[in-house]
């Protein structure tokens, strides 16, 4: 089955403690992406990745860090967790990232998300 | 990069037409206009996009203004099912989705 998951589930840390979120996709997608929602700021992304060892900071990257050092897998890691990152993350990922002229192929640019990580920082 | 405008909450009764709305006055000639809907606190679905015509599939259709400033989401048969987040998104470029806080559909019985 298609899918993006998403580990842990649920997780609840303390002020400092690093962690990682794994994330992985068996589609062969080239583009992968983090997000938080937060109640009443919808969702905002984190980074993105449009390939293999290509990253690229979204609209909230401080306090985050990513890898993509294979094109399944997209860890978020979160060195030294704060209560002000306490959210819901959500990763997901596409085929393909928009082509140099900028028009995207419809058939692969949907994006697909996994089903959340609920993190909480005490 | 544009940015969108949704109402935050809508109701439609079940079995007739759920008509929602965006503004994406500062759209550019390239960008597509992407609905998606979040049920509860699950992923978000992908519902359709488009770029200037209008465009059906199984789930909705979608109608963007000839001047592209504005776009309709039309499920034609809400059912309680569609009692969702829809957030409506313009494609950036260098790749970024920009989720607003989307608009909060129920469907009533």
């Known amino acids: 089955e298609a899918q993006v998951t998403q580990n842990p589930r649920y997780l609840i840390t303390v002020t400092g403690k690093k962690l990682t979120v794994t994330c992985s996709q068996n589609?062969?997608?080239?583009?992968m992406s983090w997000y938080r929602q937060d109640p009443g700021l919808g969702l905002r992304q984190i980074y993105y990745s449009m390939n293999v060892e290509v990253t690229d900071k979204g609209d909230v990257p401080e306090g985050y860090k990513v890898s993509r050092k294979e094109k399944r897998n997209f860890p978020l890691i979160l060195e030294s967790p704060s209560p002000n990152q306490t959210s819901l993350y959500f990763c997901a990922s596409s085929l393909s990232p928009t082509d140099p002229q900028g028009l995207i192929d419809k058939s692969t640019d949907t994006q697909y998300f996994g089903p959340g990580t609920r993190l909480t920082v005490l | 990069d544009a940015k969108t405008t949704q109402p935050p909450s809508m109701d439609c009764a079940e079995g007739r037409a759920a008509n929602l709305p965006c503004n994406h006055s500062t759209i550019s000639g390239n960008e597509y206009v992407y609905w998606y809907r979040q049920i509860h606190s699950q992923g978000p679905q992908y519902i359709i996009h488009?770029?200037?015509n209008n465009e059906t599939n199984e789930m909705a259709s979608l109608i963007i203004t000839e001047d592209r400033k504005s776009s309709t989401l039309i499920l034609p048969h809400a059912t309680l099912r569609d009692t969702a987040v829809y957030y409506c998104i313009v494609r950036a470029t260098g790749n970024q989705f920009y989720f607003g806080t989307g608009t909060s559909l129920t469907v009533i019985p």
């Open positions: 589609m062969n997608h080239e583009y």
């Open positions: 488009g770029l200037k």
